[in-house]
């Protein structure tokens, strides 16, 4: 069974079409890159696998069940989207990474101290990392603390939106490895510009002039 299905979807912003009548089945075990021109609505058109943008027509459809059928808050336990620029909820970067775990939505409970210095570790951040100060981290360290707080969380699908904007090219080159490494999620899709990252996807998607075209990879 797909993991996603998008049937005839439509997508507007302003009563300017971002995407017109797109049909696509997206499978597990995928990572899609989507690349495009700025001001393309590619952020938009990840919003709508977990319904913070809803489409305009059309239906999207998760593991065979419509979207709109489910509860905002188990879709959003399931399919996580990381934003390019995270925002961190605690004083410190351990509280910040057990943040979620507090909230009644997510029902795990908490990583251990072994999970949390690994899921540091993996993103190139020591573990004594756990007591630094969230306000003094830099832009690139909250967003490896962003993605390893998603990763913590386990979830089945894993979105990104510019995910190594703020890397130095060593990680960037390596980030999906070491999202790998600490989680495997059934389906990841992320946007970006960065073609290392992009060759690195099953599958590379441009989204331009309203539609959704399949590249070569």
Not at 11 to 33: A, F, M, W, Y
Not at 54 to 64: A, I, Q, R, S
Not at 65 to 72: A, G, I, M, N
Request: proline share 6%.
């Amino acid at each position: 069974m797909a993991i996603f299905q998008l049937e005839s979807v439509s997508i507007k912003i302003q009563n300017q079409p971002v995407l017109e009548k797109t049909d696509l089945t997206i499978s597990r075990d995928n990572i899609i890159g989507i690349s495009g021109p700025s001001g393309a609505g590619k952020t938009t058109f990840l919003k709508i696998f977990n319904r913070l943008w809803e489409p305009t027509t059309g239906e999207v459809l998760f593991e065979g069940k419509p979207l709109t059928s489910l509860e905002h808050t188990q879709l959003r336990r399931e399919v996580i989207l990381l934003f390019q620029e995270p925002l961190l909820f605690g004083p410190l970067v351990r509280d910040d990474l057990l943040y979620p775990f507090s909230l009644p939505r997510f029902k795990q409970a908490p990583p251990g101290e072994k999970s949390l210095q690994k899921t540091l570790q993996a993103m190139s951040l020591p573990s004594s990392y756990l007591e630094k100060n969230s306000s003094e981290l830099s832009g690139g360290e909250k967003q490896r603390v962003a993605i390893a707080r998603s990763l913590l969380l386990k979830p089945k699908v894993l979105l990104l939106d510019e995910p190594t904007s703020a890397l130095d090219q060593d990680l960037s080159d390596s980030l999906l490895d070491c999202i790998l490494h600490v989680h495997n999620p059934q389906l990841i899709i992320f946007i970006s510009h960065d073609q290392k990252l992009l060759a690195g996807a099953n599958s590379h998607f441009r989204l331009e002039n309203h539609k959704l075209k399949k590249m070569e990879v």
